[in-house]
């Protein structure tokens, strides 16, 4: 037996932010010991898109040496504090989904636990009320978290609105600098090596192309389908199964959050672009039609989509390993694409393999990611499940069955408030917190350990937060002003 | 105002270390004015008070009591633990240490041990242990702080203890009782269960007394009074993976100087284990009954003390595996009526540990919601998983060919888990641990390392790095963990100078 050989060469077919994502951040990290890596760009997504991200997005940027000013220039970005929920819990309701810290512990006692300790017969704020996020985006204010631990300004955290296709151009723009190379046509017919591992794909014109791994970011996954095995895993269907998309330019305020609809027959997520809106209506094609969405939108230039989750519970196969749509489809309200594709480059690099075999690798990254994906799935099931809507399509979507671990979990904090330990989780336990308490479950009790907290002492402190919270929001400047400066050439503080 | 789900009566059922840490810890809940919390153990059951090694999350659970690290090794006649020093186990005549805290620092988002692994392949660096602090220190029985200019990122000291169980029960008896916990002597003849649901709902005494309870802590020891004997939960044998299953146990004089580390020494039937106290020693011999004879192992255990024994050998019996179920009904296992794995890495007492604030992060009212206790076993199950995992290792990676126990361990089906671990080390050194695992990578390392599993390569990524650079800073951490370690005191001096025992160990 040889000794093996590094990895020479990586190709992958499809751009798009998953593609064009995994290769700038592949080619960032792995100077000096690069495999060669081409991207075979084939044709554009269906629909244009937009992407919605979670602060995770920052550490992604932060690895490409991307800034935030130019990511909101390039891409007629805006800053996203978090998602707002209107509707969810019956007509008037809202719900604001901060990111970034919110009111903070006691030792063990965590602060939604303080909070349920002091609610009877007391009406204090709602538990996202004391971050800090969530008091910005009311206000439309933006500014980065302070880098001081001890200012109540470092609690925030952010992702980001931006335009997909912009936004591809610029990750494809980092990669290509960093020597990724670029060929434009379709990916053909596949030649396999007699060890079952893909040798080369072809062009359209026929001429193969060689490499020794190769990356499926195609929208349909048309090369990790033809290895097989494992196959693809349908989430339970909810009624919502079509999704019909259009851009609305629109002047004035630019909210500092993507807000999120319930109506009759689905629901509709707005993000704000700098100059635009994007309209993403999901909806139950049982209960409304095509023609029917067009009129809701007030537009005829849509484009529609079927719709369907799930994902591809072994995406390394052989010598190839499928991301972005080729390995999963999210709802919309896991707000988790660029977070997986960021993460699915950090897991590939750190079971970088050699040329050979692969199967160890293979199989470590396939369990890493079904535990990933499954947390992030359950994240958005979450208000499917937990919403108060009485129309019978709501009504379906509260019926559809969930995952054990979901189900464990809901049962586990309506009981308490506690939130189950798993791993790998895509949302951290904060935002699982408020992501309940946003559809309006109530925990039947408090902790027992929040009960030993003194009842004064606990109401002056979280008052003192949320008015720490209102302080510092105000303090902030303005989201518009933010985006103005940006726009003008400035960076962000 | 209280909340009527509130439990009022807790019944712990037995003393012992796992008793007496839950009755310290849950001491705190009597706060709430309504909740009451009862010890019941009998003096006529004795503890194996041989010394029990522990790892440094037990400082945690002091900490979180408040007591004072003096003077509870003071009282305990309590050692300092760097390390576990592993004598013959990948083969006879080698020696290989694990030591708390880490090796080296990573360097370019790659692992410290990756640039070890390419770099002691053409001879350019040193043993891998001496890029940890605590073992290096530990190699020369040294233990203390390190002076404050020699301190780097890569001079962190890590620390447990090695203390006698029985004096650490007696101190957090003291300790509960002075916070409200009702301590009530005799021994348990009889469990009474509600007719309706099974739930226990009081524990009878010898002289006919009852005692009645909301919520029962098991903490009997390996039997399982009420989760087994009374709730039948049922046990998963693991005795296919770690077929010991007896033990030997006996106290010694001390002899030489005072060591910093647990020693655990392979031999063809078992391991022997070496305690160091303030007073004494504490010994004890694991081994199978299926390759030796209790007497054999006795004789085997007195031949190779460091000093004369101190009473008779006790022999034990055990079962390696876990409860099925830690929580059912309203009882919960705690410590050994848990589950039973040997102490090759000193876990028991973290396994109560754990068990105890796990139980304060889900403790249950009235209503004993099955969520909770889901949360609470399953959380359980894989911290039991996780160590046997971790402890099958040690038995399963040996080149002592030709020796029953060690051929059957080596050439055993291991489980799924330890497999994928293993397939993956052996490749290019690569690890992942589970988020909520106990040991961490550098520990698993050392493990691996140290029983000879050498992976074929290192990751491609160790070659993007400038090898002069590289090798500079190898030869930095080196020179600065040797430094640092030997400007630390004897680990005996330490002790004699900060905390010597109450009263203070009688000479021989």
């Known amino acids: 037996m040889t000794a093996p050989r590094p990895l020479s060469s990586l190709l992958i077919a499809g751009g798009g932010p998953a593609g064009w994502g995994f290769a700038a951040l592949l080619s960032q990290r792995l100077q000096g010991a690069a495999p060669e890596i081409s991207v075979m760009e084939t044709g554009a997504p269906t629909i244009p898109d937009i992407v919605s991200t979670l602060p995770s997005i920052r550490t992604f940027h932060a690895a490409l040496g991307l800034a935030d000013a130019d990511a909101i220039r390039r891409c007629s970005g805006s800053f996203k504090l978090g998602e707002r929920f209107e509707d969810f819990s019956g007509a008037g309701s809202s719900a604001f989904l901060p990111y970034g810290e919110i009111g903070a512990g006691i030792g063990p006692v965590r602060f939604h636990q303080q909070l349920a300790r002091l609610s009877d017969g007391v009406s204090s704020p709602a538990y996202a009320e004391y971050a800090l996020a969530t008091r910005a985006a009311a206000d439309n204010r933006f500014a980065p978290p302070a880098k001081d631990p001890r200012s109540f300004l470092s609690t925030l955290d952010y992702g980001f609105h931006l335009d997909a296709d912009a936004y591809t151009t610029l990750l494809r723009e980092i990669a290509v600098r960093n020597g990724v190379k670029v060929l434009h046509d379709e990916a053909g017919a596949i030649d396999y090596g007699n060890d079952g591992r893909i040798a080369s794909i072809r062009l359209t014109a026929g001429e193969p192309v060689a490499a020794d791994f190769f990356v499926d970011a195609t929208p349909d996954g048309r090369i990790v389908r033809k290895l097989c095995s494992g196959g693809w895993r349908a989430d339970p269907p909810l009624p919502f199964d079509r999704v019909a998309c259009m851009r609305r330019p629109q002047d004035g305020t630019v909210p500092p959050f993507t807000t999120n609809r319930a109506m009759p027959a689905g629901w509709l997520r707005q993000i704000p672009l700098a100059g635009s809106l994007h309209n993403k209506l999901t909806f139950a094609s049982d209960y409304l039609d095509d023609g029917q969405a067009s009129a809701m939108l007030g537009s005829d230039s849509i484009d529609f989509a079927d719709h369907a989750c799930g994902f591809r519970p072994a995406p390394w196969q052989a010598n190839c390993l499928a991301i972005g749509p080729a390995a999963w489809r999210l709802d919309p309200l896991a707000a988790a694409d660029m977070h997986l594709v960021a993460s699915a480059g950090e897991r590939f690099m750190r079971l970088l393999p050699h040329a050979g075999s692969s199967a160890a690798e293979a199989s470590e990254y396939n369990r890493l990611f079904c535990e990933e994906i499954a947390t992030a799935r359950d994240f958005a099931r979450l208000f499917q499940r937990c919403q108060s809507r009485g129309e019978p399509v709501w009504k379906a979507a509260r019926k559809t069955p969930v995952s054990n671990e979901l189900a464990h979990a809901l049962a586990l904090f309506e009981s308490r408030g506690r939130i189950a330990r798993r791993e790998n989780l895509v949302h951290d336990e904060t935002r699982w917190i408020a992501a309940f308490l946003a559809m309006g479950v109530r925990p039947r009790n408090h902790d027992p350990q929040a009960g030993a907290l003194g009842r004064r002492a606990l109401t002056e402190r979280t008052a003192r937060i949320a008015e720490m919270a209102r302080q510092s929001a105000e303090s902030m400047p303005g989201h518009d002003r933010m985006l103005a400066r940006i726009a003008a050439g400035g960076s962000t503080p | ?508």
């Open chain 2, 1 to 508: 105002m209280i909340d009527p789900k509130t439990l009022r009566n807790v019944v712990i059922v037995g003393g012992g270390s796992a008793g007496w840490m839950t009755a310290a810890a849950l001491s705190r809940l009597i706060g709430n004015g309504v909740t009451t919390i009862t010890l019941v153990e009998s003096e006529q059951i004795g503890i194996v008070g041989v010394g029990e090694a522990t790892i440094p999350p037990i400082r945690h659970f002091n900490e979180l009591l408040g007591l004072d690290e003096r003077d509870f090794i003071r009282t305990t006649q309590g050692t300092f633990k760097a390390a576990i020093e592993f004598v013959g186990w990948t083969r006879p005549g080698h020696r290989y240490m694990h030591p708390f805290g880490s090796f080296g620092a990573d360097m370019n988002g790659v692992k410290f041990h990756q640039y070890w692994l390419k770099f002691r392949g053409v001879g350019k660096a040193a043993p891998f242990g001496e890029y940890n602090i605590c073992e290096t220190a530990a190699n020369e029985n040294r233990f203390g702080p390190v002076p404050r200019d020699k301190q780097t990122p890569v001079s962190g000291v890590h620390w447990a203890y090695h203390f006698d169980a029985a004096l650490y029960a007696r101190y957090l008896r003291g300790y509960a009782e002075a916070r409200g916990v009702t301590r009530r002597e005799g021994r348990v003849v009889n469990v009474h269960q509600r007719s309706e649901d099974g739930f226990i709902e009081a524990v009878e005494m010898e002289d006919g007394r009852r005692i009645e309870g909301e919520l029962f802590i098991d903490c009997s020891g390996f039997r399982g009074l009420l989760i087994e004997d009374t709730l039948k939960t049922g046990y998963e044998d693991w005795t296919h993976w770690l077929p010991c299953n007896r033990a030997i146990a006996v106290s010694s004089e001390s002899a030489g100087e005072l060591t910093p580390f647990t020693r655990a020494t392979a031999h063809d039937a078992g391991w022997q284990w070496r305690i160091p106290l303030q007073h004494r020693i504490g010994s004890g011999f694991v081994y199978s009954a299926d390759y030796l004879s209790e007497d054999e192992a006795t004789q085997f255990l007195l031949d190779n003390l460091d000093g004369r024994p101190l009473g008779d050998p006790k022999p034990l019996r055990f079962t390696t595996g876990r409860r099925n179920k830690a929580w059912v009904k309203n009882c919960v296992a705690i410590g050994l009526s848990s589950g039973f794995l040997e102490p090759l890495e000193s876990t028991s007492i973290h396994i109560a540990q754990t068990g105890i604030s796990r139980l304060m992060a889900l403790f249950p009212d009235r209503d004993f919601d099955p969520a909770g206790i889901e949360e609470y076993n399953r959380q359980t199950e894989l911290l039991f998983r996780h160590i046997r995992d971790f402890i099958v290792l040690h038995y399963h990676a040996n080149e002592r060919h030709g020796v029953p126990l060690w051929d059957r361990c080596r050439n055993m089906d291991i489980p799924d888990t330890l497999r994928r671990k293993l397939d993956l080390f052996r490749l290019k050194g690569r690890l992942f641990r589970y988020e909520d695992e106990l040991f961490a990578e550098p520990s698993w390392h050392a493990v691996l390392l140290g029983q000879n599993v050498m992976p074929q390569g290192y990751d491609p990524l160790v070659d993007a790095a400038p090898e002069d650079r590289i090798e500079d800073a190898l030869g930095q951490m080196h020179a600065a963990v040797k430094a640092a370690a030997s400007a630390m005191p004897k680990h005996g001096d330490f002790i004699r100078q900060h905390c010597p025992a109450t009263p203070a160990p009688q000479p021989v």
